[in-house]
């Protein structure tokens, strides 16, 4: 069974720091890309940070030089780290784990991140 659980969200002031972590089982976790998706309210759902099977990272320009995407295959966890927090950041976040080729799409139940100004 296929479970991704995010920790880690809750309520910060403006410029804090949280990390959020997603702990993943029921796959072979190395061979997935890894991603973090936010959605906002009365917004969709849009790309936070992705990370390859090797290593490769992706942000969102709205989060480039703020956030750090890692992952620890021996851990089967991805992470995010924020900094610099924003009001605008203030969302669900949701944990990814995606392998194209044989059209696997997995989603945690998201966890939820608010940024006080």
């Known amino acids: 069974q296929v479970q991704l659980v995010e920790s880690g969200g809750g309520l910060v002031q403006a410029g804090g720091s949280l990390r959020l972590s997603c702990a993943a089982s029921?796959?072979?976790?190395?061979?997935?890309?890894m991603g973090w998706y936010r959605q906002a309210p009365g917004k969709q759902r849009e790309l936070v940070a992705t990370?390859?099977?090797?290593?490769?990272?992706n942000y969102a320009d709205s989060v480039k030089g703020r956030f750090t995407i890692s992952r620890d295959n021996a851990e089967n966890t991805v992470y995010l780290q924020m900094n610099s927090l924003k009001p605008e950041d203030t969302a669900v976040y949701y944990c990814?784990?995606?392998?194209?080729?044989?059209?696997?799409?997995?989603w945690g139940q998201g966890t939820q991140v608010t940024v006080s100004s």
């Open positions: 029921g796959f072979t976790f190395g061979s997935y890309a």
């Open positions: 990370i390859s099977r090797d290593g490769s990272t």
């Open positions: 990814n784990a995606k392998r194209i080729i044989i059209g696997a799409n997995y």
